[in-house]
């Protein structure tokens, strides 16, 4: 019904760059906040970046400074930014998104994307 599609990942080496992209599509009314979480084997999943829809973003400690998340509303796609990788940013980046998919009746749905595998090489 929602499918988020993330692409941009792959091998980069420290200090380099790279930039997530991830698509919303199917029957969306709009949607409320967009983020990037990420994943290491082992551990849990924790929030990289989030935007809200008033552009409001909220960032992890260990890349502010170095990460910026953005999206476009019309597309409804949300993009990160990320600078002066490390190699431990290296990870399963996820996106999720708060779907509004009508409002009479109010429907909600929270959507993930498959991932996609950011590495870091020192």
């Known amino acids: 019904q929602v499918q988020l599609v993330e692409s941009g990942g792959g091998l980069v080496q420290a200090g380099g760059s790279l930039r997530l992209s991830c698509a919303a599509s199917?029957?969306?009314?709009?949607?409320?906040?967009m983020a990037w979480y990420r994943q290491t084997p082992g551990n849990e999943r924790e929030l990289v970046a989030g935007?809200?829809?008033?552009?409001?973003?909220n960032y992890a400690d260990s890349v502010r400074g170095r990460f910026t998340i953005s999206r476009d509303i019309v597309q409804n796609t949300v993009y990160l930014q990320m600078n002066s990788l490390k190699p431990e940013d290296t990870a399963v980046y996820s996106c999720?998104?708060?779907?509004?998919?009508?409002?009479?009746?109010?429907?909600?749905?929270?959507?993930w994307g498959q991932g996609t595998l950011v590495t870091v090489s020192s």
């Open positions: 935007i809200a829809t008033s552009g409001y973003t």
């Open positions: 999720n998104a708060g779907v509004v998919l009508s409002t009479l009746p109010a429907k909600y749905l929270e959507v």
């Open positions: 199917g029957r969306i009314f709009s949607i409320n906040t």
